[in-house]
């Protein structure tokens, strides 16, 4: 059961670093689930203080994800448009890799830029509010992308601590 719930975990632990890029997907909450897998295994001792303290930061992260954007778009002037044409642009460079890996990039941009134009007739202020938006995404990305890595982190360290206690047969 063991190398079960650590295997599951370990997925966990890779769709969150992949929802961490993926607006649909809560990337630190799913590597969260990913640590809580692994210590309920028999054979990593229970540390209720320390999953506490990661929830409590993939809860912040997970809200805070939401927040960044807007206090973006709202800095430079932008709307909900922007933010709007961020998230599409995000999917079109994620179902669409027409640009590679730097769609990832370009996309969302390009997304944000043409949300603020079908909202405003100012190309200018349009430009200036798609980048808001475009840097709120790309921060609240890197963030969520950091507290994922860090908890995969955490995985590979308990886990290699662990591994002879999983695997004993």
């Known amino acids: 059961m063991d190398i079960l719930l650590t295997l599951i975990g370990f997925v966990f632990m890779l769709v969150g670093i992949i929802g961490s890029f993926l607006p649909i997907l809560p990337g630190p909450p799913m590597s969260w689930i990913g640590l809580l897998l692994l210590y309920l295994t028999k054979s990593v001792e229970n540390n209720w203080l320390f999953l506490s303290i990661t929830l409590a930061v993939a809860l912040l992260v997970f809200a805070l994800d939401y ?63 798609a980048f808001g938006s475009f840097l709120g995404f790309l921060t609240g990305t890197f963030i969520k992308f950091i507290v994922a890595c860090v908890y995969f982190g955490f995985f590979l360290s308990t886990f290699w601590e662990h591994k002879s206690l999983i695997f004993s047969f």
């Not at 709007?84 to 941009?109: D, Y």
Request: hydrophobic content about 50%; proline content about 6%; charged content about 15%.
């Open 67 to 129: 927040i960044i954007p807007a206090m973006g778009t709202k800095k430079f002037g932008g709307s909900k448009a922007g933010i709007f044409g961020t998230t599409v642009g995000l999917l079109v460079a994620i179902f669409f890799p027409i640009l590679g890996p730097i769609g990832i990039v370009v996309w969302p941009f390009v997304g944000a830029l043409v949300g603020e134009l079908l909202n405003k007739t100012e190309s200018k202020t349009a430009v200036k509010a």
